[in-house]
């Protein structure tokens, strides 16, 4: 029976997220946001391989990175969707919590970079340090909600723009799926519309409609009604079963390999691919469904497979991972470069190389990442944590 899109979900699955004192973690959804931090890494040291060989669209890297980025940024929001459960609570407070949870661990990432530029600075003696740091900067980026220090946590402010606009919406729409849905098409629609006509920005203060990541955020709001239906219809459930599961595997491989290199613009972004950071999306058909197909066989892929202790570690400390990949960025790119390019041209080599580093920045960054939640975890999106350092922020 293919699961209903009528209103309510299955009793089970809701009481999972109505209930979070009592209700199990769903090991599938950490194996899947596992995957897709692998993906994220993965598809920035593919990018370094692509950046030196000039984005040849016929280059193995340039094509792993294209696919990479078609659906890797959807899956993540869809992610955060699934999880959605509304609370009664006052604007003020939800704002509160939404910024000790998604912006301070967003800062606290922007100044570690900053401190590892400043120290390289001072190595170095780069010059334009002062100009790209200074305090005027900083304080215009904080308030317009950008990253001044680590671009890669972009995710994070796009992410509490899109949960403070689906709050604000929650009274029109509830739980009703088909409200829902026709909240997902809208946004998806004016957020393409906006990010195609970036000269209404022009006369706006700030960044325009992109204070605050609203544009990008639009976009966020649609994939993000995806995963609440994808809750709340029990199509998880649906595709627990082991013939809708594999049938449900291969379809979506299929689809998003097929349709990813079909989609040819119109981008903004001169890569010519899709960059949800950049509102670059290309054909709106074409990005829909390789976006949603491809966030799908993450999801079918995080069911299909056992739970693994290490992979599950990944997928719970996947903001930390996400605030120190600009770290292994910038060690990746010289090291790419002493190789050299022609061992590159190979697609295997590509394949191997960006999965052995993947692997091995995840294995370096553990021993910070059980530092940090012991020492700081009201700063990595804990609030309501004890730590040694810092009191609860969040009773």
């Given at each position: 029976?293919?699961p ?9 699955l809701?009481?999972q997220?109505?209930t979070?004192?009592s209700?199990?973690?769903l ?5 899947a946001?596992?995957?897709g ?5 993965y598809?920035?040291?593919?990018e370094?391989i ?21 659906f ?6 869809i992610l955060?969707?699934?999880v ?11 704002i509160?919590?939404?910024?000790l949870?998604?912006i ?6 922007n100044?570690f970079?900053i401190g ?25 980026n904080?308030?317009?909600g950008y ?8 995710f994070l ?14 009274p029109?729409?509830k ?13 998806l ?6 990010g ?13 409609l ?20 994808l809750?709340q ?11 809708n ?27 010519n ?6 509102t ?13 197909t ?26 930390i991972?996400?605030g120190?990949?600009f770290?292994?960025?910038?060690i ?5 470069g002493?190789i ?7 697609w295997?080599i ?5 999965i ?9 960054t553990?021993p910070?990442?059980?530092l940090?939640h012991?020492l ?7 609030p ?10 969040l009773?």
């Amino acid at each position: 029976m293919v699961p209903s899109i009528s209103g309510n979900s299955s009793d089970r699955l809701t009481d999972q997220f109505n209930t979070p004192k009592s209700s199990k973690r769903l090991p599938w959804l950490d194996m899947a946001k596992a995957y897709g931090m692998f993906l994220v890494y993965y598809g920035h040291f593919v990018e370094k391989i692509a950046e030196h060989q000039g984005y040849l669209a016929e280059t193995a890297a340039y094509k792993q990175y294209k696919f990479i980025y078609a659906f890797h940024m959807p899956l993540f929001f869809i992610l955060s969707g699934f999880v959605y459960k509304y609370k009664e609570q006052s604007l003020g407070s939800f704002i509160y919590q939404k910024v000790l949870t998604r912006i301070v661990p967003a800062l606290f990432f922007n100044f570690f970079a900053i401190g590892i530029y400043f120290v390289d600075h001072i190595v170095r003696s780069n010059n334009g340090f002062g100009e790209r740091y200074s305090v005027p900067t900083i304080l215009i980026n904080i308030l317009t909600g950008y990253p001044f220090g680590n671009f890669l946590t972009w995710f994070l402010f796009c992410l509490f723009t899109v949960e403070l606009l689906n709050h604000l919406i929650y009274p029109l729409t509830k739980d009703n799926l088909w409200k829902r849905f026709g909240l997902a098409i809208v946004t998806l629609i004016v957020g393409y519309y906006l990010g195609l006509h970036q000269s209404i920005n022009a006369n706006l203060p700030f960044q325009g409609l992109r204070t605050w990541y609203f544009n990008e955020a639009l976009v966020g709001l649609s994939f993000y009604q995806f995963g609440f239906i994808l809750r709340q219809s029990g199509m998880v459930e649906w595709f627990e079963k082991p013939l809708n599961r594999y049938v449900g595997l291969g379809l979506t491989l299929v689809v998003t390999v097929a349709t990813f290199n079909l989609n040819q613009g119109p981008f903004l972004d001169p890569r010519n691919m899709v960059a949800l950071a950049l509102t670059s999306y290309g054909n709106l058909f074409l990005f829909s469904i390789t976006a949603i197909t491809g966030s799908l066989f993450v999801i079918l892929l995080a069911i299909s497979l056992p739970g693994i202790k290490g992979i599950t570690f990944i997928g719970k400390s996947t903001l930390i991972l996400l605030g120190m990949n600009f770290f292994f960025m910038d060690i990746a790119k010289p090291m790419i470069g002493k190789i050299g390019l022609s061992i590159f041209e190979n697609w295997l080599i590509v394949t191997v190389f960006c999965i052995g580093i993947t692997l091995i920045s995840f294995v370096v960054t553990v021993p910070l990442i059980q530092l940090l939640h012991k020492l700081l975890p009201q700063l990595m999106g804990r609030p309501k944590a004890k730590g040694p350092l810092l009191p609860a922020l969040l009773s």
